[in-house]
Nanobody
Framework: QVQLVESGGGLVQPGGSLRLSCAAS????????MGWYRQAPGKERELVAV???????NYVDSVKGRFAITSDTVKMMVYLQMNSLKPEDTAVYYC?????????????????WGQGTLVTVSS
């Protein structure tokens, strides 16, 4: 069993900043990549940012230069620093992880999702 727990969402004014955190726990042998997705009302879920175990990052064009994804492999956490927030960034943000479970869980490749945290950008 692998769990992801997000925190850090909330209400912020346009131009403001928020930092999202996501903690992974459970039967994890290795984390291949972690990322953040978001889903705005009436829209499909989209990838916002991803970071691999090697430290490579990728961002959706709309957040480049404003958001930064980092990770702490020892703590099994991923963060999303969001600056210069815009109303169009309003969405539920989901943490995602691509992991290999440990021996007790059969060394299986799993994609895991968090429960989501709401970010609202509004004046």
């Amino acid at each position: 069993q692998v769990q992801l727990v997000e925190s850090g969402g909330g209400l912020v004014q346009p131009g403001g900043s928020l930092r999202l955190s996501c903690a992974a726990s459970g039967s994890i042998f290795r984390i291949n990549a972690m990322g953040w997705y978001r889903q705005a009302p009436g829209k499909e879920r989209e990838l916002v940012a991803v970071i691999t175990s090697a430290g490579s990052t990728n961002y959706v064009d709309s957040v480049k230069g404003r958001f930064a994804i980092t990770s702490d492999t020892v703590k099994m956490m991923v963060y999303l620093q969001m600056n210069s927030l815009k109303p169009e960034d309003t969405a539920v943000y989901y943490c995602n992880a691509n992991v290999i479970t440990d021996r007790s869980a059969g060394y299986r490749l799993r994609e895991v999702w968090g429960q989501g945290t709401l970010v609202t950008v509004s004046s």
